[in-house]
């Protein structure tokens, strides 16, 4: 059974950079028949797509973030990652990574709270 | 992008009864190479994640039951309960991956009337 896990911060300064890590057991990073995407949920409101990465690094990033997301991988930990930078207050959100099957979210992990205040 | 709009944004449904949520998208997610609607339903309670019910607008996931069903084609789809449970109780989303960046309807909240 495949499982993901968010880690990282819940509190994050405006301005700053929120860091988050997905790890992920049961399944392989490195499976090339996978994509592995963050996506995240405002308090009380909808979904958000961030971006995918596929193991061999290439990513794809939704137009309305990209010029402050970087997502990374890393095979040798089973992990990938979320950069977001220059976070304001309407970055406070439920960040959830996922696994993309043929295009659709099939395993979630639970998803971390991340909050931007000073 | 590709809006993706659900209705209604609320539903009432008695318990044993047929609860229907639409969702429409702003263009075709029918890809006409191998006939596929790129249309996924998820399913969120509370304090969870969402949980993929239907993909390929009408292909149930392992161990969904049998009562969830998708249907639709082009731009207009349904999900449909034939009989709602109790815990049946969440906010269904509609999303589309036909392109990105994928998108996802505003979410549909089904209560227990």
């Known amino acids: 059974q495949v499982q993901l896990q968010e880690s990282g911060p819940g509190l994050v300064k405006p301005s700053e950079t929120l860091s988050l890590t997905c790890t992920v057991s049961?399944?392989?990073?490195?499976?090339?028949?996978?994509?592995w995407s963050w996506i995240r949920q405002p308090p009380g409101k909808g979904l958000e797509w961030i971006g995918y990465?596929?193991?061999?690094?290439?990513?794809n990033y939704n137009p309305s973030l990209k010029s402050r997301v970087t997502i990374s991988v890393d095979t040798s930990k089973n992990q990938f990652s979320l950069r977001l930078s220059s976070v304001t207050a309407a970055d406070t959100a439920v960040y959830f990574c996922?696994?993309?099957?043929?295009?659709?979210?099939?395993?979630w992990g639970q998803g971390t709270l991340v909050t931007v205040s000073s | 992008d590709i809006v993706m709009i659900q209705s209604p944004d609320s539903l009432a449904v008695s318990l044993g009864e047929r609860a229907t949520i639409n969702c429409k998208s702003s263009?075709?997610?029918?890809?006409?190479?191998?006939?596929?609607?790129?249309l996924a339903w998820y399913q969120q309670k509370p304090g969870q994640p969402p949980k993929l019910l239907i993909y390929w607008a009408s292909t149930r996931e392992s161990g969904v039951p049998d009562r969830f069903s998708g249907s639709g084609s082009g731009t207009d789809f349904t999900l449909t309960i034939s009989s709602l449970q109790a815990e049946d109780v969440a906010v269904y989303y509609c999303?589309?991956?036909?392109?990105?960046?994928?998108?996802f309807g505003q979410g549909t909240n089904l209560e227990i009337k």
């Open positions: 996922a696994r993309e099957e043929e295009f659709y979210f099939d395993y």
């Open positions: 990465i596929y193991y061999s690094g290439s990513t």
């Open positions: 263009q075709s997610v029918l890809y006409s190479s191998n006939n596929k609607n790129y």
């Open positions: 999303q589309q991956y036909y392109s990105t960046p994928y998108t």
């Open positions: 049961g399944g392989s990073v490195s499976s090339g028949s996978y994509y």
